[in-house]
């Protein structure tokens, strides 16, 4: 059985940082590319941060890059997203998602998701 766990998420000032973590379980990690993804209350979900299976290949939606940085250890089964600079409007829950390719994730073509760690930014 395949899980996504995400972690880290939690309330922050305006200005401030947070890393998220995923952690992978019952798939072979470094075969998936893996992503970050939000959604707002009342708002569509939305893809922020792609990396590809080895790590090597990364994408940003325009509204967070070069504040947000995704990364991977292979060798954790894990997936990571750090949020720096975070502003009220980053206010949402962040999920986690494999694809089978790198440019599945900004598509939408997911296998699996995780359920998804708030994240409250306060002014």
């Known amino acids: 059985q395949v899980q996504l766990v995400e972690s880290g998420g939690g309330l922050v000032q305006a200005g401030g940082s947070l890393r998220l973590s995923c952690a992978a379980s019952g798939l072979t990690f470094s075969s998936y590319a893996m992503g970050w993804f939000r959604q707002a209350p009342g708002k569509e979900r939305e893809f922020l941060a792609g990396i590809s299976r080895s790590g090597t290949i990364t994408s940003y939606t325009d509204s967070v890059k070069g504040r947000f940085t995704i990364s991977r250890d292979n060798a954790k089964n894990a997936v990571y997203l750090q949020l720096n600079s975070l502003k009220p409007e980053d206010t949402a829950v962040y999920s986690c998602?494999?694809?089978?390719?790198?440019?599945?994730?900004?598509?939408?073509?997911?296998?699996?998701w995780g359920k998804g760690t708030l994240v409250t930014v306060s002014s």
């Open positions: 998602a494999a694809s089978n390719f790198y440019t599945d994730l900004p598509n939408y073509r997911i296998l699996y």
